[in-house]
């Protein structure tokens, strides 16, 4: 299967939990944080004959091994003495440094292993630079300072972009219950306020045309107000699909509430 996770598509992943545990760690470690963190699933996951384990765990076992080309390469160490734990090299932090923005961006919003995988499969390819969107920078303030201002102005196009897109008549409400800021609080209050839930993960590439790349992403995303949002993420490992909770909402949104 063309589809399976590979060595180099571990890359990424591998070199940030060698990081934080930095000869604290050894291969069967590393493959059950991998787990955590990726989720697998599908052919990744099929079971080796004569072997009592999976296609995941062989492919993290080859990633670490002496001779293949994550350690040849000099991205990581092997302990000199016990010969298995694992040591980041300079090398191996430089490489995570160039890639720490669509690191961080693929491992904090929940994503489908799918679509995860698809992402490290191309930046491991490098045939391209891309760069993560995520308009949920805007509204972070606190994440500002932490954030490269290309990655805020691409994020600030593209929430510019769904807001108008998703507006009726001016208007943007939750695109789940209808909840609307601006109806509820008054406009001076809540005027075009809303969050906006990513299904999938978006990126942009450096000779992309981005009027394309908006018109593509805003496929991917969701407004919604802070609750339904607050809901869709409570599982902060599996992302309630939009459908379960617009059912539910249809079942047992009736509350009715006025102010003091
Ligand atoms: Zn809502
Ligand atoms: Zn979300």
Redesign the pocket.
Known sequence: MNNRIFENDLYLPALYLISINDGNINTSELSRLLREILKPSGDDLELLTRRNDDYFSQIVRNLTAKTRSFVQNGFIDRDSKSGSNLFITDKGRQYLFEHRFELNYLLSNDFEYGDIKENLKIIESKERKIQPFDENIVISEGLKKFTEVAIYERSKKLRDFAIDYFSVGNKIS?N??S?NFSDFYGEEIGKGFIEIHHTKPIFTYEDEDLQNTLAEAVKNLIP??S??HRMIHRNWKKPLEIQNLIASINTFGTYHWTAK
């Open positions: 939750c789940c219950c909840f919604v107000c609750n339904c």
